[in-house]
């Protein structure tokens, strides 16, 4: 548990330290954008959506990803983190992005805190080599 906050955290401090390096200060950049994930390029695993405006150094947005009943995982009914967005970087040149948070993790019938990371690339399917169907663009 400790080594997992500690990661948690070094990551978190990391993309800190680089989110304003990224942004144009007044100028911001929206990430959006949702669909299907997969996890071997063919069946379906999650749903997924997210909103982030990365302004200066302010990271703000939600992110949310869910597996219900479609998923590759046995006995997995029900899977959901939905949570706000604290932290990150996006680079509009490469269309890259990283961001974080705290949201609730509904795992079948339980919930609990948890920290997320996230790293996307711009485009749609088979762009990104994790979606499936949808579209992730940074403006």
């Known amino acids: 548990m400790v080594k997992k906050f500690l990661l948690a955290a070094a990551v978190l401090l990391t993309v800190g330290v680089l989110g304003p390096a990224t942004a144009v200060a007044g100028a911001p950049v929206v990430l959006s954008g949702g669909g299907t994930g997969t996890?071997?390029?063919?069946?379906?695993?999650?749903?997924?959506?997210m909103g982030v405006v990365f302004r200066g150094g302010t990271v703000q947005g939600h992110f949310n990803c869910v597996m219900a009943g479609r998923?590759?995982?046995?006995?997995?009914?029900?899977?959901?983190?939905?949570?706000?967005?604290?932290?990150?970087?996006?680079?509009?040149?490469?269309?890259?992005?990283?961001?974080?948070?705290?949201?609730t993790l509904h795992m079948n019938n339980a919930t609990s805190q948890v920290e997320f990371t996230v790293n996307v690339v711009r485009g749609g399917p088979k762009v990104g080599e994790h979606v499936a169907t949808g579209q992730i663009s940074m403006h």
Do not use: C, E, Y
């Not at 996890?39 to 959506?49: A, E, K, V, W, Y």
């Not at 995982?73 to 967005?85: P, S, T, Y």
């Open 39 to 49: 996890f071997d390029g063919i069946h379906p695993g999650s749903q997924f959506g």
């Open 71 to 103: 998923s590759a995982f046995a006995g997995l009914r029900l899977m959901k983190v939905d949570g706000q967005v604290t932290a990150g970087s996006a680079n509009t040149a490469a269309g890259t992005a990283t961001f974080s948070g705290t949201g």
